[in-house]
């Protein structure tokens, strides 16, 4: 299957936006809209020229600077949350264990 250039485009615009705005923005709304498209294809865009989710993307350079942030600073655990705006530092207990399978505090305590 050809996946044409402006799919391949939009694709690439993606790729480039999320590093420069996942600490703020974890919803694919954001990115589809600063791409004057919907969420949906944006999605199915993702998918089909990637085969990863945006969701997937999003959450992954998450993980990536939560891991960072964990193992070369002394932030605790609740700056990193407010750092990478999650609403609470549960909620970024609850992605880093789902994501890694170990809560934060274990993470940095195995560093």
């Known amino acids: 299957m050809c996946i044409c250039t402006h799919k391949l485009s ?3 615009n993606m790729f480039s936006l999320v590093p420069i705005h996942f600490t703020e923005h974890h919803d694919v709304g954001f990115y589809a809209s600063q791409l004057c498209i919907t969420p949906r294809y ?3 865009i993702a998918r089909e020229v990637s085969g990863r989710t ?3 993307y999003i959450n992954q350079m998450l993980l990536m600077e939560t891991s960072y942030l964990l193992q070369q600073t002394s932030l605790p655990i609740a700056d990193i949350a407010v750092r990478l705006h ?3 530092t549960a909620s970024l207990t609850r992605f880093f264990t789902r ?3 170990v809560n934060p505090r274990e993470f940095r305590k195995g560093r």
Request: charged share 20%; glycine share 6%; proline share 0%.
């Open 10 to 12: 939009i694709n690439c």
């Open 86 to 88: 999650f609403s609470e």
């Open 54 to 56: 945006v969701v997937d």
């Open 99 to 101: 994501m890694k399978g």
């Open 42 to 44: 944006l999605s199915q």
